[in-house]
């Protein structure tokens, strides 16, 4: 049996307004709450809602053989409460469903695990909270930020309770080996899932490239290429065809005009035809699985992010690293002082996406990073972000002095 994965990626930060060192040690907020009101109302219109509505009515029809996953972070969540309500109300009315699984993650998607056990562990145990209690559902499934995954997290995510974990389904790990088995984390004791990427990259960004060589990709085309893929097993075992991607996808990355509705619209009718395939959750594996799966040891962080697939998304120039270094020294004085009126602001800071923007790479990859980024260049995006931790250590230093 093919068991197809749908997995979403829910996110999107709180963007830095232009903050300069004339704002350092003044009252302002470090938010641009203009711009993020904007991008929430446009992403929901365009992607969001039409979306919810769309995979509500597949759940329907296909009276629960149609099942996908999210993780949602808390920083979307907490902006959805504020800028749009209704797409909120939309998530929740999918959780009813019983159709959807919702996932661990960073409450912030923030790059934590790299920096701080306890604060990883923290954002971790807060994002859930948020999950039980917004959607009704306990994750037992950890996906961490951008997919980044080495052999240490499988340690925490057994430590919190889950039992199946995310990864990017790269070579530079697998070797040999392919992504559509399920695997053990390199101590046998969680299940771990790896991202199809080639096929999932096909929806999430070749999807309208009218360069790409298999352009237009119609649903027969890639229901084609997924009737191919069980002919690597030759004894009967499950395998399950992970397709992990942005939920900007549809509508907001790929353009409504571009047919990606359509697509997912057909993509389960084509599917569930076939009696070797079904759609499942991450979860189901831990049922599905009557076999002991091979262990995989990921000694080195892998994300899904640019074609290196490591941490240089956001770690790569001395801007990035200065600035996360120095995010990271200033939570932890932060802590130390007990500055709680200071902490969600902070917290807000290790976001990924901060230092993201900061990439200074060339090509295919550098093209995305502008995409994504609200500054013009990554100079500025950096500017913003010292300036702000410049302002938090200022009042760090205000309270130091008065406490004297």
């Not at 695997?183 to 999430?204: C, E, M, Q, V, W």
């Not at 395998?239 to 942005?246: G, K, Q, R, S």
């Not at 240089?312 to 932890?332: C, F, G, R």
């Not at 709680?340 to 060339?362: P, Q």
Request: proline share 4%; net charge negative.
């Amino acid at each position: 049996m093919l068991h197809v994965i749908f997995y979403f990626q829910v996110h999107q930060p709180y963007r830095l307004r232009n903050f300069n060192v004339f704002d350092v040690g003044g009252k302002g907020d470090y938010f641009n709450n203009v711009l993020n009101r904007e991008i929430i109302e446009r992403v929901s219109q365009k992607s969001y809602l039409p979306t919810n509505n769309l995979l509500l009515k597949l759940i329907e029809k296909y009276e629960g053989r149609f099942r996908i996953s999210f993780s949602v972070t808390g920083t979307l969540v907490e902006q959805l409460g504020l800028y749009s309500p209704e797409t909120l109300k939309s998530f929740m009315e999918l959780a009813k469903t019983g159709c959807v699984e919702f996932m661990g993650e960073t409450y912030y998607h923030s790059l934590a695990f790299l920096f701080g056990k306890e604060e990883f562990i923290f954002q971790v145990r807060k994002h859930r909270k948020m999950v039980e209690e917004l959607f009704g559902f306990s994750p037992v499934v950890f996906r961490n930020t951008e997919l980044i995954y080495q052999d240490e997290i499988a340690d925490i995510a057994e430590e919190e309770g889950f039992r199946v974990v995310l990864a990017e389904g790269a070579e530079k790990v697998l070797g040999h080996r392919s992504p559509l088995y399920p695997y053990k984390t390199y101590n046998g004791r969680l299940f771990l899932l790896l991202k199809y990427y080639r096929l999932s990259d096909d929806i999430a960004f070749r999807f309208s490239d009218r360069g790409w060589i298999e352009y237009p990709l119609t649903v027969d085309k890639f229901v084609n290429w997924i009737d191919k893929l069980p002919l690597i097993e030759k004894e009967g075992r499950d395998l399950f065809l992970n397709l992990f991607m942005d939920y900007e996808t549809f509508g907001e990355h790929q353009w409504e005009e571009s047919g990606i509705f359509r697509f997912l619209e057909k993509l389960p009718e084509e599917l569930l035809v076939r009696d070797f395939i079904s759609f499942a959750w991450p979860s189901d594996v831990i049922e599905i699985v009557k076999y002991e799966p091979e262990r995989i040891s990921f000694p080195q962080p892998v994300s899904w992010a640019d074609m290196e697939r490591d941490l240089s998304a956001w770690l790569a120039n001395e801007m990035q690293q200065n600035a996360t270094v120095t995010l990271y020294e200033i939570l932890e004085k932060v802590h130390a002082m007990g500055a709680d009126d200071l902490m969600e602001s902070i917290r807000k800071l290790t976001t990924s996406d901060h230092v993201y923007y900061m990439s200074t790479k060339y090509f295919q990859d550098g093209d995305v990073h502008k995409y994504f980024s609200p500054y013009g260049t990554p100079e500025e995006a950096y500017i913003y972000f010292l300036n702000a931790l410049s302002d938090v250590r200022e009042k760090l230093r205000r309270r130091e002095i008065h406490e004297i």
